[in-house]
């Protein structure tokens, strides 16, 4: 993931202080991130991903495909089929979001057993 978001940032040439203000966070937090030091919150990977107009899936390494879905059909597609959890997920801190995205990567990984 970080190494995708250094390179992103690069790509567009931005230093990581404006990077940082853009989306929210300081430089600081920014260059943890980065060197792999500290993970994003989920706050965070929304406001990278809105930015650069890429996957979450994409930023934490899940998949190559860039960018995200474009068209309003797409979009209202996916907000209908989550709209339970979405409505749940507003309700929720960042650190409990955080959890809950830990907590989805272990119930879709291939290694649970039925």
């Given amino acids: ?53 890429v996957s979450i899936d994409y930023l934490m390494l899940r998949t190559t495909h ?12 996916l907000v209908i089929e989550n709209y339970e959890l979405l409505n749940v997920m507003k309700k929720l801190t960042n650190k409990e979001k955080y959890a809950l995205l830990q907590i989805a990567k272990v119930l879709s990984s291939d290694s649970i057993i039925e």
């Avoid at 960018?67 to 597609?77: F, G, L, P």
């Fill in 66 to 77: 860039i960018q995200m879905a474009n068209s309003e059909d797409e979009v209202n597609h």
């Fill in 1 to 53: 993931m970080p190494n995708r978001i250094y390179k992103l940032r690069k790509k567009t040439g931005l230093k990581q202080s404006e990077l940082a203000s853009k989306v929210g966070i300081s430089q600081q937090t920014l260059s943890r991130i980065e060197n792999e030091i500290s993970e994003p919150a989920i706050d965070v990977l929304c406001a990278l991903s809105d930015y650069f107009n």
